[in-house]
């Protein structure tokens, strides 16, 4: 299967290391329907800017599945490296 | 040369991709629905063990245009069947012309148009790929020329011939579309329309439109001949009735 290639996010300058996403491991927990993130929130031909950190952590973005119950929590201060940093997967 | 989509049902895995960029690309509202709509111009059905799009075939000679009384529907030199909501009157003969079944109404508006995919024909125009073909990740959708398509559809088969059924859907089909198909079990039992004429379906529509001219001359004469005729016995019956009332004057007189 030709999923997009993996994504690695712009570092601010206080983020402590740059965070990849990974379609593969995403579209598993989607079971297939990529209609579960795109053409909302996330646009397919004309991606949107980047949400910040805060934005995220009020359940934007990123946050919206990782608030604590779906996903692990954007909020969770003790285990930053669960993105940044993480390993860089197709 | 004109482009085209070569979709492949033995390579969808039904992800719906298409599906999304196509509302996204044509700014239709959410969510995508189980058939196609006035809003929702591409879905992926599950049939016979595989998944199968619905979308508009763009016909290399559309039926929709022909009997579009406003020309609202035309068939672009690029391939790409294209409907312009401006100047469509709300007649919907294409929809009940369209030999697969695609344009759909707005029913739920108080001024509707038609809704149907348009092959993406702005990004056809600026030389790009549709926006399923895009973002397919298993390339079940491609887009390119029409002849390198039909090419790379006889090779699959020619490749894979006990796997592919020996046909290429779109062909010929009512004289052939810009989007071809291929599958692994009969095209019938995918839902698609199989008995469709090879020839296309506007040269139904001429056939009958070109006599219209000869029947007008032809029923112009016979209504003149009647008319010529019941005007000539009312003079003949007038001439007799003054020559009678003549005649009966000249009794009359001493």
Redesign the interface.
């Known amino acids: 299967m030709r999923l997009p290639p993996a994504i690695l996010f712009d570092q601010s300058k206080d983020s402590p290391a740059p965070v990849p996403f990974s379609h593969a491991t995403h579209v598993e927990h989607a079971k297939g329907r990529c209609l579960a993130c795109h053409p909302e929130p996330y646009k397919m031909l004309h991606p949107l800017r980047r949400a910040t950190h805060e934005e995220m952590d009020a359940g934007r973005s990123c946050g919206a599945c990782h608030e604590g119950k779906t996903a692990f929590a954007t909020t969770d201060g003790d285990r930053c490296d669960r993105c940044h940093g993480a390993e860089v997967r197709p | 040369m004109s482009v085209g989509l070569l979709f492949d049902a033995t390579h969808c ?5 298409c ?3 196509c ?3 044509n700014g239709l509202p ?3 629905e189980p058939a196609t709509t006035a809003y929702t111009w591409t879905v992926v059905e599950s049939r016979a063990g595989l998944h199968l799009r619905r979308m508009c075939m763009h016909c290399l000679e559309p039926t929709c245009a022909s009997v579009c009384p406003v020309g609202a529907l035309a068939k672009t030199p690029e391939g790409p069947v294209t409907y312009d909501a401006r100047k469509c009157i709300g007649c919907r003969y294409c929809i009940m012309a369209c030999p697969f079944g695609v344009p759909k109404y707005q029913w739920d508006r108080a001024v509707p148009v038609v809704g149907k995919c348009l092959m993406c024909a702005d990004r056809v125009r600026a030389g790009q790929a549709t ?1 399923c073909a ?2 397919c ?3 079940a959708t491609l887009f390119g020329e029409r002849d390198a398509l039909v090419a790379t559809a006889r090779a699959r088969i020619a490749e894979q011939p006990d796997f592919y059924v020996d046909h290429v859907y779109g062909l010929e089909e009512a004289g052939g579309t810009s989007v071809l198909m291929l599958s692994s079990v009969p095209f019938e039992d995918l839902g698609l329309a199989t008995r469709l004429p090879r020839q296309p379906l506007p040269l139904l529509t001429w056939e009958v439109l070109s006599k219209v001219p000869d029947f007008v001359a032809l029923a112009g004469g016979l209504l003149y001949g009647l008319f010529w005729i019941t005007k000539r016995r009312e003079e003949v019956a007038a001439f007799e009735r003054e020559r009678d009332e003549k005649g009966q004057e000249e009794k009359g007189m001493p």
């Open positions: 895995i039904g992800c719906e991709a599906s999304a960029a509302k996204e690309q959410l969510p995508v926006a895009t973002v990740p298993t390339g």
